[in-house]
């Protein structure tokens, strides 16, 4: 994905946008149930993603992903799967590495992804099961 960097969203929004990707469309109290928040809070948020383009938001029906929405979650998804696969290539198994990307992924940047996608020869799954998108942009053979 071109013109991002990988910080542009904060950790909640970041999960609620992978969230809404694995469930397609998605209603505000799903979410609410799912993040443990109160509606208020998850509207609040949603409304942010729509101001972004991210998602297409419309009070009391729930929202969905945009495109620049799927392309942002499968970056995320993309960024989570290849640091559990540095995780595991320096001997962590991969349970563990996922549950430890968790706790770091959001802070790193686009340009480490690609060095790790560039170094693991551009896998298109983790270890833990995360399909690894091709960039359209990056290192990725094939990619625009
Ligand atoms: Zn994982
Ligand atoms: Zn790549």
Redesign the pocket.
Known sequence: MKGINGLELSPKKTDYLKFIKEKKKVKTTEISDKFKVDPSTTTKILLELAKTDLITYTPYHGCSLTEKGIKYAEFLNRR??LI?CMLVGMGMD?KT??EA??RFEYFVTKDVVDILCKNFSHPDH?P???RISRDTCCCCPGGR
């Open positions: 989570h799967g559990v991969a590495a996922c990307a968790g983790s833990c099961g995360t």
